[in-house]
Each structure stands twice: as C-alpha cells, then as structure tokens.
C-alpha cells in the first residue's frame, strides 16, 4: 500500500487538520511531520496540510466525543512539547480513538496509547523538575527572574503553578533554547520576549540584582553544604536526581 | 555612613551564615522532607501554597532537599548518646531568633529554593518553653506575613496541650520522633527521655485531627489543622532491635496514631560512647533501603506486617527486596495469570509495581495481554516472569523453588549494593 506523506505547521490545529485530511482522502499508511513544503517532494505522494480552524474544531469536537476531558489535555500538551519524530504517534493515537467504537484511553495494550501515556510521563516530568529547579534571583525593581533551558517546551504548563503560588511578587520565567518567556505582572501572566543580543548579555541582568540577592544565594550555597552527610555520599543518586545539564541555572551547584 | 552600613550587614550576613551553618547541620539527621500531603492553598494574594510535594534540590547523598530544615537553637538539656545536639558534646552552640528564621524562611521561598519550613530545636529550660517559640515562628509566618507554605514543626516530648493545639492551627506536619523502636533502646541511650512523654503529643494530636476533619466535613470554613498529619522518625542499628521489631513498632503508630508516615534513619556514627556502634561503622544504608520498601508493602500493597517479618524470619534478606522475598517462601501463591487475577493478587508479583499493576488490569479489558504489552507497560520482567502467565506459550515450565529462582535473579540483575555483597573470590 502506498504511503502518503502529510507536511502540516506543528501546531495543534494543524495536528487536528491532518485529521481531517486523513479522513476525507480516506487515507490508510501516513508520515506526518512537521515542517517547510519542499519542492522536491512534489515527485513523492504529499499532501500539505493547511490549517483550518473550521476543521480543526471538527476533529476537535469528535474527539471529545471519544476521549475524555482530561485525555485531549494529555494529547495537547504531549503536541506543545515539540518532541521530534513523535507527530505519527500522535496522529496514530487519534486515529485509534476514532476508529474503536470505545473509549481506548487505558488500553495500554496499543502501542498509540501506551506511547502517549510514555510522552506524557516525559512531559509531566519536565514540567516538574522545572517548578522544582527555577532559581528566581532579585532585580534592582523588585521583579524575580528565572533563565531555564527545558527539554521539552514546558514554559505554558507552567503558568498556573507560579500565578497562584507566587501571587503576590512579579516574575518572570524565560526560556533560553526557545527564546520567550512569562511575565507575570501581579495581576496576568504574559508570554514576553528579551533582547540578549550580544552587547545586552546576561551580565546585564546580572548588574541589575538588588543587594540583598547575592547575600541569600550564598546562605543558600551554604544551606546545601550544610545539610549533606558525608558518610552517606552517593553521586550516581544525586546525578539521577539533578542531572547535570540543569546544573548551570542552579545557584548550589554553580 | 554608607560605609558603616556595608559594615553593618556584612557582619550581620557572617553571623546568620554562621548560625545557619550550625543549625542546619545539626537538623539533618532528621531525615523527613516531606512536603506533600497539604492543601493549604494561596489566599488573598498572599505567598504560597502547599499542596504537591516538591524536592527542590537533592544533597549530594541524594536526599531530598524540600524544606528550609534548620534547629531553633542547638542548646540542650538533654543528653541522648546518638545525639550531635547532646548536653555533653562540646560543640559550638547557637540559637535563632524568631525574626531571623522568618526573614530566611520568606527569603528562600521567594527564591523557588523551597517549599516551606521544617523547625526543630533543641530543648531549651523546658517542653513548652521550648514548643512556645516553634509555634511562635509559625504563628508570625501566618498570620504577618500571609505566608501558605508549607510547615512542619516538632512536637517537643511533654508540651502541653494548649501548646499542642495552637501548632495544629498554623502547621501543616507535627512530628515528634520515637528515637529508638523499642522502650528499652529508648531507655539505654536517652534516660532523660521517656516514650509516654513522646506519645502524649502525639496522642492529643490525633483526636483533634480527627476532630477537626469531622468539622471540615460539616463547614467548609473551619480552619485548617495539620492537614498534613502526624510522622515520626527510628533510628536504625544504633540499638539491637530486629527487623521485625522495627516493623512491627511501626504498624502499630500507623495502626494506632494513624500517622502518615515513619521515617527510618540509618544510625550516622557522629559520637564515641560505649553504648554505640563504632565511630566506624558503616552507615546500615542496605538496612534501611529494605525497611522503606517493607513500609510501602505495608501501607500501598496490602502485606500484613507478619507476612512481612515474624519470629520465623526475625530480619529483611539483605540481598533482595521483601515483595520477592515473600514471593520465593510462598511459591504456592503462583504463578498468577495477569489477565484474570485480582489487583490485590497482581500487587503481590515481584516486578510489577503500583502503575503497571493498575494498568494491567485497566489494559486487560481491551484484549488478552502477552510479555511485550507488560514490558512495554513497565514491568521489571526478569523478575515477574517467574511468578505470572500470560497470553503465551512462553513460560517459566520448570519446577523451581524459591531459592532457585532468587539465584537466578541475583545472577542476572546489577544489584546498586554490589559493591557491598561482593565477597565471593573470582577463580578463573
């Protein structure tokens, strides 16, 4: 059988557009990816996807006829995560869920489903780790700050953790790899971008700490040393638990 | 005048760093970190919330680090032998003020360095003196500072229980430790201690729990009282005591105080004292690893403390973990076929955890399950694949017993303690 190949956006009505695409040309072998419509691949069986917002409200809706509430939530942020190569479980997911005449959400038997329910695990991880690892140090106005370089694009399903804890300070959480951030402003948080173009680097966030910033970071170093037993030291656990690329934005380990 | 101010800090900053340095490490062999279990959530705009357990950072030893987990003051009148803190140690004391531990609290909170605060002390003239200035801390977080963080306070041995009231109010966890598992141990290293003084708290602490939760349930307004319920902590081999009357110690405050969790500290040899293990002896981590997973049988599994550990195996099998442990000396219970067998009995198959348990038994509805789906699901199968059948042909057809079947899985897994186990000459 011919395998067609579906070229959308990466976004997820442009995921829900592939859907209907699939349906109406009643397609059976896929590849889905995302990215640019190349010429050369005119000579191949391609189709390109154009986002609908019409169809994709469709897809959308019938899905949920299907799927749980909370199922399209795991769905959407498994997509927002941008992880490469998975677009074809995504799609192979909905597919499943629309073809079985029952909700297929705990059939761990699929291979769909048990790989959705792993990008899950991955995400929620992610997500975790980072509410756990943002190090807010002070500005000079009073506002927190907080540079992250996440696996996955987690920044989004970060925001209700932060608004309702932190409620009460201004911060903002950015994302180096992909260059955007949240600002909350005590009232709304905001997706924002910064210039850190190479004359306004990071030593220009760094001058403008406020003064009581470095003496907490350094208790906090402090506290970290403190509270280790030395008779009980296991490297490989602490590396497990922190990996080492998140070292550099945590203050105890810089 | 600037200058005099710099100066005035710097000072200040090397005195709270000095403090901090003395009384944090003075309360880290109390191993509880835990920050989960409350829901105390952010109201008015204020700072924080408790809900979600967060380790914010991990030691070096790998422990969770979630809590700003400092002494008041290490001053005390006691003179328990396991204890760094003790009367007769001659180490250099100090002490908090209030305020001190508030700002630092708030400080790092602010920070995302941690969920909130867990606050020891040293006793200091007596109980309720000492449980007076906890509650102190706590109270001003609260109620000035509109901090929803999450609070885990000491209950002091023999506090009163007004005292104890008023700690309930404004913390999430109180915990006061049992120290050793049994009485006697008690007795032999902390004589100024007494156990009725340590449950007494934890006695008064359990009824109004209860009391308030039936409250809860009726007005939705009542206020929040240790949401987060009650611990305790044993120190392991610094007194004789077996596996099984740790274990069983422990089921019966889970049983009887109903408390959320009992903390298992592996004895850290700080002093030279006659009645102690060795200042070199080595930390029983092996020990305590196995006492953790024996509690989660007892509280997630459904094993019974006596199937667990009884007259007739005194102690945990150092080499494997107890579910297998338990498996291999009741090979009769088996093998368990994954698509019929209850989730209580599918709990029981060493290799197959909490989540893969559940969804085996929710995959199962779809269509019949073989090796791949369980492995692809998270089941360790060399070890399950000796306890359970499956839609298969393949399956383990020989006649092996208990001690077979661990010599099998011991040769083929790479045991994290290997390094502790391997005696055994190389020959060739």
Partial sequence: MATTTLIYDGTFEGLLSAVFEVYTHRLQTVNLHAGEWLTSALFEDVIKVVTDETRAARVLKGLKERVSHIGVQRLYAAHLAGMVGEDLNLLGYIRYAFDSPMNIEEDYGNRYVVRVSELVRMVRREKHRMEAFVRFQQLTDGTFYAAIEPDFNVLPLLIRHFKSRYADQKWIIYDIKRKYGLFYDLHDVQFINLDFSDDNKAANVMASFSEEEGIYQQLWKNYFNSVNIASRKNTKLHVRHMPKRYWKHLTEKI | ?428
């Fill in chain 2, 1 to 428: 005048m600037l200058i005099i101010l710099v100066f005035l800090i710097g000072m200040n900053e090397e005195r709270i760093t000095e403090k901090l340095n003395i009384l944090a490490d003075a309360a880290k062999y109390d191993v509880s970190c835990a920050s989960s279990g409350s829901k105390r959530k952010n109201e008015n705009k204020g700072l924080g919330n408790a809900s979600n357990g967060i380790c914010h950072s991990y030691t070096e030893d790998g422990r969770c680090v979630s809590l700003l987990k400092i002494l008041l003051t290490n001053h005390c009148i006691f003179d328990c032998a396991y204890c760094v803190s003790r009367k007769n140690n001659d180490i250099k004391r100090a002490a908090f003020t209030v305020q001190e531990v508030v700002d630092l609290t708030i400080n790092f909170y602010r920070r995302n360095y941690i969920e909130g605060l867990f606050l020891s002390s040293g006793i200091f003239k007596d109980a309720d003196y000492t449980m007076e200035r906890l509650v102190r801390v706590a109270k001003k977080l609260r109620t000035e500072h509109n901090f929803n963080g999450y609070i885990h306070l000491k209950s002091i041995p023999g506090a009163s229980d007004e005292l104890m009231n008023e700690a309930g109010l404004y913390a999430d966890r109180l915990s006061v430790n049992l120290e050793m598992p049994t009485e006697a141990g008690l007795k032999l290293l902390a004589p100024d201690k007494n156990q009725q003084d340590m449950i007494k708290p934890m006695g008064y602490l359990k009824n109004a729990i209860i009391k308030h939760t039936e409250e809860k349930k009726l007005f939705k307004k009542a206020p929040l009282f240790a949401p987060a319920g009650q611990s305790t902590q044993m120190i392991i081999g610094a007194t004789p005591e077996n596996d099984s009357e740790v274990l069983h110690s422990a089921n019966y405050f889970y049983k009887n105080f109903k408390l959320k969790r009992v903390y298992y500290s592996g004895y850290v040899p700080v002093l030279a004292d006659s009645r102690l293990p060795a200042l070199n002896t080595a930390v029983p981590m092996v020990r305590e690893n196995r006492l953790y997973q024996a509690d989660w049988l007892m509280r997630f599994y459904g094993f019974k403390v006596n199937e667990i550990v009884n007259t007739a195996q005194p102690h945990l099998d150092l080499d494997i973990d107890p579910k297998l442990g338990w498996a291999i000396r009741n090979m009769q219970a088996f093998p368990v076929d994954v698509n019929k067998a209850d989730l209580q009995m599918i709990l029981r198959v060493p290799g197959i955890g909490l989540l893969s348990a559940q969804k085996i038994v929710s995959a199962r509805r779809f269509g019949k399950l073989n090796w791949d789906h369980m492995k692809k699901m998270g089941v360790s199968l060399n070890r399950a694949k000796y306890f359970v059948t499956c839609n298969s042909n393949e399956f383990e057809r020989r006649d092996l017993t208990g001690s077979n079947i661990k010599q099998f899985i011991l040769a083929t897994s790479q045991s994290k303690y290997l390094k502790n186990t391997q005696t055994q000459l190389n020959l060739f």
